[in-house]
């Protein structure tokens, strides 16, 4: 058997909410989520599965938020094997979860995955934590086939985040709003600035056009 490591915390997203973080401790939350990563991808690993679920978080020392990056149950080396017998994933299945999967992993076809499709997830990651939404609405992907999910994740672009939230019930949006200490014209008007073209960055279809590294999106977002 193997003994790991308990960690304690709560899906981001839902500590967020939770604690009412704003949209600047939001923001300095997730940059340390892009360290975590960043760390990985140093040492060969790809995640491929990043989403809030997958990143805890709890109250650390000196009061402050640790995130800790969970579940590399798909995880991906770069340059070398993890042990002597790593398991290849099956050619030819959806691996990871579609509502922050990268178009490039959503083609099954694909076989050069990089470290651009965890840079990607960030992206949906960051947008969720901004707007209060994912850029597709999971209920409305998940009604589709397969072929259609592939399809939407590879072609059609997400609304702008300040857009997003403009569409939701006033009810809703306000909600999202109180939970980050701020009132709904506020927040659409925070992310109408600069702020929402770096997720929009990372979800770049093509991958050469979206943030190279953890790093590079960190940078940016602080």
């Given at each position: 058997?193997?003994?790991?490591?308990?960690v304690k915390g709560e899906?981001?997203?839902?500590?967020?909410?939770?604690?009412?973080?704003?949209?600047?401790?939001?923001?300095?939350?997730?940059?340390?989520?892009?360290?975590?990563?960043?760390?990985?991808?140093?040492?060969?690993?790809?995640?491929?599965?990043?989403?809030?679920?997958?990143?805890?978080?709890?109250?650390?020392?000196?009061?402050?938020?640790?995130?800790?990056?969970?579940?590399?149950?798909?995880?991906?080396?770069?340059?070398?094997?993890?042990?002597?017998?790593?398991?290849?994933?099956?050619?030819?299945?959806?691996?990871?979860?579609?509502?922050?999967?990268?178009?490039?992993?959503?083609?099954?076809?694909?076989?050069?995955?990089?470290?651009?499709?965890?840079?990607?997830?960030?992206?949906?990651?960051?947008?969720?934590?901004?707007?209060?939404?994912?850029?597709?609405?999971?209920?409305?992907?998940?009604?589709?086939?397969?072929?259609?999910?592939?399809?939407i994740i590879r072609e059609?672009?997400?609304?702008?985040?300040?857009?997003?939230?403009?569409?939701?019930?006033?009810?809703?949006?306000?909600?999202?709003?109180?939970?980050?200490?701020?009132?709904?014209?506020?927040?659409?008007?925070?992310?109408?600035?600069?702020?929402?073209?770096?997720?929009?960055?990372?979800?770049?279809?093509?991958?050469?056009?979206?943030?190279?590294?953890?790093?590079?999106?960190?940078?940016?977002?602080?």
């Amino acid at each position: 058997y193997f003994v790991m490591e308990y960690v304690k915390g709560e899906p981001l997203t839902d500590f967020c909410d939770k604690q009412k973080l704003d949209t600047t401790e939001r923001l300095e939350l997730f940059a340390r989520v892009c360290d975590a990563i960043q760390h990985a991808h140093q040492k060969g690993v790809i995640h491929r599965d990043l989403k809030p679920s997958n990143i805890l978080v709890a109250i650390g020392e000196h009061d402050e938020p640790e995130p800790k990056v969970i579940d590399f149950g798909i995880a991906k080396a770069t340059s070398q094997q993890l042990t002597e017998h790593t398991i290849f994933t099956q050619h030819g299945q959806l691996i990871g979860t579609p509502e922050y999967m990268s178009p490039e992993q959503a083609d099954m076809r694909a076989v050069d995955i990089d470290i651009r499709t965890d840079v990607y997830s960030l992206g949906v990651i960051l947008y969720e934590l901004l707007s209060g939404r994912l850029p597709f609405d999971p209920k409305t992907l998940r009604e589709k086939g397969l072929a259609e999910i592939q399809r939407i994740i590879r072609e059609d672009d997400p609304p702008k985040p300040s857009t997003r939230l403009s569409t939701l019930e006033e009810e809703e949006g306000t909600k999202i709003a109180k939970a980050r200490k701020t009132q709904l014209d506020a927040l659409a008007n925070t992310l109408k600035k600069e702020l929402e073209w770096i997720p929009l960055r990372a979800l770049k279809k093509d991958r050469r056009e979206r943030y190279g590294s953890a790093e590079a999106l960190a940078q940016d977002v602080r």
